[in-house]
């Protein structure tokens, strides 16, 4: 029970920051991306990729995206943090 709330949770939060942002020119939109996709834009200038992931889980893991921003991943403080980037950034948010 506590895994299914927590997998909604991640499901909710990343859900919440991509509808904070307009990709591909349509707002609301959330693509997903493969990890081939993503590795082929690191070292984009624009790129901004943001782990949501809860503390617990981001400290026990010995996998960290080089250059990720850590964030809180609490819907109610994506405002404090998503202001800081230009409309003309990229963002991909992970949360697995």
């Known amino acids: 029970m506590k895994r299914t709330i927590s997998t909604l949770l991640k499901l909710s939060v990343a859900v919440t920051l991509l509808a904070a942002f307009s990709f ?13 996709e993503l590795k ?10 943001v782990d949501v992931r809860r503390s617990k889980d981001w ?18 403080k994506v405002d404090s943090w998503a202001s800081s980037y230009g409309k003309d950034r990229t963002i991909v948010v992970y949360c697995a």
């Open 24 to 36: 591909n020119g349509v707002a609301g939109s959330a693509p997903r991306i493969t990890k081939e």
């Open 40 to 49: 082929s834009m690191l070292g984009n200038a624009k790129l901004v990729i």
């Open 59 to 76: 400290n026990a893991s010995e996998y960290k995206i080089k250059d990720a921003v850590r964030v809180d991943p609490d819907p109610r």
